[in-house]
């Protein structure tokens, strides 16, 4: 059954004269008032908004607000998103006087607290990394890429080298080669090898002095680790290149391994990814990225330092490297984001972390030894925190696509997992649990699997069935998107 209620805009509840609040009539002259405003700016008619009581106003929000899914009311298994718990405890740390009601062009001696806070942020990511030097400032992953790409290009630009080629695996993520466009360089793009891993030989043949970076997510959009990942490093590194590591998937290998001492030169961790910063439909997030220590002098302002007073105690000083890039965004970063990592961070500490990461890749394991027969997983025996199934056989055999079954997972009370991602998989369907579910919901979620694989495949075309809106013309809807309502006859 349809939600109707929650399906009528706000708009079409209205009634002319109904209000939430009657106010006392003004007794300020209305002509008073119209001498003090230019006349171009006067209307001739109030707005067009709702009429609506207070009742009204309520329900409608809080009726749309149930139809949202999100980490707080259903299993969330996006893959590549590390779609995480938010813990209650940390929002509420969050919402303290001292941290919110403090501003960014405050004197820097009167938010010692906040600078101490992102220092110690920058130290804990420096050390996860393996990569000493930290700028906070990209707002989210796709943004570090750039700022790191920018950064490299000082850095060669600097010594005097002209390399102008980006280099990335066929499974990166878009915001790759669109960071290494945006920064000025050229992208060759490899092409996808049979076992899901980088070529080493294809790699080889693109490496030369033209080479600036080669972008790698490890473990990859697969779910599996790039175990030549030295090799590659070194191979980057013979030819004067230096090696990116996309962190996206942090959350499988955070504790356990290090992008720095697997040969990663510069990488970005998605804060609300895997530190757990609320996120969704474009909303808030923390790209900061790690750096080695040549790199240093080129990140943008300003980094944190500590210091020492002139009684003997910590100082925390806002400063600028020497030849920094400049600036990728306001103030200190999205510090929102970043102190809820650092909250995630503190509360787990260095055992919790790599907990979290083995808890990661087991419940992904766990999902996919209960589907694998089902949903045939074509890369690799064992995956780490996602894998990537294919819904291909079943597409043959029984008309169900990846898209009818991410659909119909809605009416089982599931987000869909990420589909028809990465490009090379047909009919892709990459599952990612996160650390924090029970067996009884990966118990719950492969059983509807299994079950939505026996439903007939006409009736999954029209899935689902308990959504205000079913199925969207998605091209349409990407392309001619209607955000706004329109008075009638206007
Ligand atoms: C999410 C993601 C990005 C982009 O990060 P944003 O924070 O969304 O900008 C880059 N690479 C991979 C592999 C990702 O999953």
């Given at each position: 059954?349809r939600?109707?209620q929650?399906?009528?805009?706000?708009f079409e509840?209205?009634?002319?004269g109904?209000?939430a609040?009657?106010?006392?009539?003004?007794?300020?002259?209305?002509?008073?008032?119209?001498?003090?405003i230019?006349?171009?700016?006067?209307s001739?008619?109030p707005?067009a908004?709702?009429?609506?009581t207070?009742?009204?106003?309520?329900?409608?929000?809080?009726n749309?607000s149930?139809?949202?899914?999100?980490?707080?009311?259903h299993?969330?298994?996006?893959?590549?998103?590390?779609?995480?718990?938010?813990p209650?405890?940390?929002?509420r740390i969050?919402?303290?006087?001292?941290?919110?009601?403090?501003?960014?062009?405050q004197?820097?001696?009167?938010?010692?607290?906040?600078?101490?806070i992102?220092?110690?942020m920058?130290?804990?990511?420096a050390?996860i990394a393996g990569?000493p030097?930290?700028?906070?400032?990209?707002?989210?992953?796709?943004?570090?890429?750039f700022?790191a790409?920018?950064?490299?290009?000082?850095?060669?630009r600097?010594?005097g080298?002209?390399?102008?080629?980006?280099?990335?695996p066929s499974s990166?993520?878009?915001?790759?080669p669109a960071?290494?466009?945006?920064?000025?360089?050229d992208?060759i793009?490899?092409?996808?090898?049979?076992?899901?891993?980088?070529?080493?030989?294809e790699?080889k043949?693109?490496?030369?002095?033209?080479?600036?970076v080669?972008?790698i997510?490890n473990p990859?959009?697969?779910?599996m680790?790039?175990?030549d990942?030295?090799t590659?490093?070194?191979?980057?590194?013979?030819?004067?290149?230096?090696?990116?590591?996309?962190?996206?998937n942090?959350?499988?290998i955070?504790?356990?391994?290090?992008?720095?001492?697997?040969?990663?030169?510069?990488?970005?961790?998605?804060?609300?990814?895997?530190?757990?910063?609320?996120?969704?439909?474009?909303?808030?997030?923390a790209?900061?990225?790690?750096?080695?220590?040549?790199?240093?002098d080129?990140?943008?302002?300003?980094?944190?330092?500590?210091?020492?007073?002139?009684?003997g105690?910590?100082?925390?000083?806002?400063?600028?490297p020497?030849?920094?890039?400049?600036?990728?965004?306001?103030?200190f970063?999205?510090?929102?984001?970043?102190?809820?990592?650092y909250?995630?961070?503190?509360?787990?500490?260095?055992?919790?972390?790599?907990e979290a990461?083995?808890?990661?890749?087991l419940?992904?394991?766990?999902?996919?030894?209960?589907?694998?027969?089902?949903?045939?997983?074509?890369?690799?025996?064992?995956?780490?925190?996602?894998?990537v199934a294919?819904?291909?056989?079943v597409?043959?055999?029984n008309?169900?696509?990846?898209?009818?079954?991410?659909?119909?997972l809605l009416?089982f009370?599931f987000?869909?997992?990420?589909?028809?991602f990465?490009?090379?998989?047909?009919?892709?369907?990459?599952?990612?649990?996160?650390?924090?579910?029970?067996?009884e919901?990966?118990?719950a979620?492969?059983?509807?699997i299994?079950?939505?694989?026996?439903e007939?495949?006409?009736?999954?075309?029209?899935?689902?069935?308990?959504?205000p809106?079913?199925?969207?013309?998605?091209?349409?809807?990407a392309?001619?998107?209607?955000?706004?309502?329109?008075e009638?006859g206007?």
């Amino acid at each position: 059954m349809r939600n109707q209620q929650a399906t009528q805009l706000i708009f079409e509840l209205s009634v002319p004269g109904r209000r939430a609040a009657i106010y006392p009539k003004c007794d300020v002259p209305v002509d008073s008032v119209k001498e003090l405003i230019p006349s171009g700016f006067l209307s001739e008619k109030p707005p067009a908004l709702p009429e609506v009581t207070e009742p009204d106003v309520v329900r409608h929000y809080v009726n749309l607000s149930t139809l949202n899914m999100s980490v707080d009311t259903h299993f969330y298994p996006l893959g590549s998103c590390t779609m995480k718990y938010n813990p209650k405890r940390h929002e509420r740390i969050c919402n303290f006087p001292g941290l919110v009601d403090i501003h960014p062009y405050q004197k820097e001696e009167n938010i010692q607290g906040i600078l101490g806070i992102l220092f110690e942020m920058q130290e804990m990511l420096a050390e996860i990394a393996g990569l000493p030097s930290v700028s906070l400032q990209p707002a989210a992953g796709a943004q570090g890429e750039f700022t790191a790409l920018l950064t490299a290009a000082a850095y060669f630009r600097d010594h005097g080298q002209n390399r102008t080629k980006v280099i990335f695996p066929s499974s990166a993520h878009g915001t790759n080669p669109a960071s290494a466009a945006l920064a000025g360089f050229d992208c060759i793009q490899l092409k996808q090898t049979g076992n899901g891993l980088v070529d080493l030989e294809e790699l080889k043949s693109h490496l030369n002095q033209e080479t600036a970076v080669f972008m790698i997510t490890n473990p990859n959009t697969l779910g599996m680790f790039e175990k030549d990942i030295a090799t590659i490093s070194k191979m980057l590194h013979d030819v004067g290149g230096l090696v990116y590591i996309d962190g996206a998937n942090m959350n499988a290998i955070m504790g356990q391994t290090r992008p720095g001492d697997f040969g990663g030169d510069m990488m970005h961790y998605n804060v609300h990814k895997t530190f757990t910063g609320p996120h969704g439909a474009g909303g808030p997030g923390a790209g900061p990225i790690a750096v080695r220590d040549f790199l240093a002098d080129y990140l943008p302002g300003p980094v944190i330092t500590k210091t020492e007073d002139d009684d003997g105690n910590d100082y925390y000083q806002l400063t600028n490297p020497v030849k920094s890039i400049g600036r990728v965004r306001s103030f200190f970063g999205n510090v929102g984001i970043l102190l809820r990592g650092y909250l995630y961070l503190r509360t787990l500490g260095a055992k919790g972390v790599k907990e979290a990461s083995e808890q990661a890749v087991l419940n992904a394991n766990y999902i996919k030894a209960l589907l694998k027969d089902i949903l045939p997983v074509p890369n690799g025996d064992l995956c780490m925190h996602e894998f990537v199934a294919s819904a291909a056989d079943v597409q043959k055999k029984n008309g169900i696509s990846a898209m009818d079954i991410a659909k119909r997972l809605l009416d089982f009370g599931f987000h869909a997992p990420t589909v028809y991602f990465p490009l090379d998989v047909p009919e892709a369907l990459m599952i990612e649990p996160t650390e924090t579910e029970s067996r009884e919901t990966l118990d719950a979620f492969a059983e509807s699997i299994k079950q939505i694989l026996s439903e007939d495949s006409e009736y999954l075309h029209d899935a689902p069935y308990s959504t205000p809106v079913s199925r969207p013309d998605e091209v349409k809807a990407a392309r001619k998107p209607v955000l706004k309502w329109t008075e009638p006859g206007k």
